[in-house]
């Protein structure tokens, strides 16, 4: 699972795909309706590959996140993340990372995670297929020679 060109941007709902760079900007695709716009430095982006949950002893990348939510929910979520109780949500959130750190990860950081979940599982985005080590070792290789 490659999150590294899904990002999200600050005060816009949803998420979006970089698919181009322009001379001073790079255009995104919003995942929620697939309009295209450039994104400029000034807008404050995060890649989702960058992203982690604060714990209490340290952090955990959005992608084991992820994977968890996999592992413990199933690939589609059984809750509208905006609309569920904030004391469910936390439950549900818990379940998945039992360590959070309770003073650092609000609940609408609890509501953004399972909603990105949501969004790219919809988008069939989500891959949690693991790389053997051989396939790794030979890409790798393959990078190391260009």
């Known amino acids: 699972m490659d999150l590294k060109k899904i990002v999200t941007i600050s ?18 695709e919003s995942l929620l309706d697939g309009k295209r716009f450039p994104a400029f430095m000034n807008d404050k982006m995060s890649s989702l590959e960058e992203i982690s949950i604060f714990t209490t002893t340290e952090d955990r990348p959005l992608k084991e996140v992820f994977k968890k939510i996999h592992e413990k929910i199933g690939e589609t979520i059984d809750f509208e993340p905006k609309k569920i109780a904030e004391k469910e949500l936390k439950v549900k959130f818990e379940l998945i990372v039992p360590d959070y750190n309770k003073d650092g990860v609000y609940v609408s950081d609890m509501r953004k995670v399972f909603a990105w979940y949501k969004l790219l599982a919809e988008k069939n985005m989500l891959d949690f297929s693991e790389e053997t080590p051989e396939e790794k070792t030979e890409n790798e290789t393959v990078e190391e020679t260009k």
């Open 11 to 28: 005060g816009k709902p949803g998420l979006f795909s970089v698919s181009g760079q322009g001379k001073n900007s790079i255009v995104v």
